[in-house]
């Protein structure tokens, strides 16, 4: 991970420890040159410049990465509950908008060209969706409906060899909410189109070895 980078992202606002950033970095680098690379759950950008980095350092035209989110905040950023964060709520509308934050992350990264934000939700994006991904991250709303919109809509498009990155895989539920491991994580490898091929802290890396992009899983 280039140094001036490495200081916008832990900068950033937002829910991305250093070394699995670093893990991101490493495969979107890896996986840039075979196409374009997709993150569902924006929020303030923290993860986006650690993919945006590799697309820089890919030093390719092509080499983008299409950040996915409503920019409303999940259910946890929201008043009363554990992640919320009063300075993201815009003041007129009373709602939570962390995409002027965003905007400034990128910015100031100097990452404009090789990051792009879809703003919208994940599920309608995902309807109309039609390009394969070399790499897909998803670290969006952790509640079972989005989880499983996730996984429907967007891990088909991983094309074959590619990598489908999940945050927040916590197989002991002691450690955190059940639905990214039991929605998106169990469902990829029973499907028999993904295999794992690395696992750090809750991060889990896994490959298309099955089907082409825009295939059924399984
Ligand atoms: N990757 C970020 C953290 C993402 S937090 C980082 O590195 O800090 C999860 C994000 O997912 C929130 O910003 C929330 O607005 C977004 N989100 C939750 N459900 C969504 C949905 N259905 N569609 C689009 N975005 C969603
Ligand atoms: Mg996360």
Redesign the pocket.
């Known amino acids: 991970m280039p140094a001036d980078l490495l200081e916008h992202a832990l900068a950033a606002?937002?829910?991305?420890p250093p070394e699995e950033g670093a893990l991101l970095f490493r495969h979107a680098l890896q996986r840039l040159p075979h196409g374009p690379v997709l993150?569902?759950?924006?929020?303030?950008g923290?993860?986006?410049v650690y993919l945006g980095a590799a697309a820089r350092e890919a030093g390719e035209p092509g080499a983008v990465v299409f950040t996915?989110?409503?920019?409303?905040?999940?259910e946890e950023?929201q008043a009363g509950w554990e992640h919320h964060d009063t300075t993201l709520v815009d003041p007129d509308l009373g709602r939570i908008d962390?995409l002027p934050f965003f905007r400034r992350t990128i910015a100031a990264a100097g990452l404009e060209e090789h990051v792009v934000a879809v703003v919208?939700?994940?599920?309608t994006v995902s309807a109309h969706w039609r390009t394969p991904l070399s790499l897909l991250f998803i670290?969006?709303?952790h509640g079972e409906q989005?989880a499983r919109?996730d996984f429907a809509g967007w891990a088909p498009w991983v094309a074959y060899d590619g990598l489908l990155v999940v945050?927040d895989v916590f197989p002991d539920p002691a450690d955190g909410g059940r639905p990214p491991y039991e929605l998106i994580y169990l469902p990829a490898l029973a499907s028999g189109a993904f295999e794992e091929v690395e696992a750090l802290g809750s991060m889990r890396v896994l490959r298309r070895v099955r089907g082409e992009a825009g295939d059924a899983l399984g």
Do not use: I, L, Q
Request: overall charge neutral; aromatic content about 6%; charged content about 25%.
């Open positions: 606002k937002g829910f991305m993150e569902v759950g924006t929020y303030c923290k993860s986006a996915v989110d409503h920019h409303r905040g999940s950023n962390t919208g939700r994940s599920g670290d969006g709303g989005p919109e945050h």
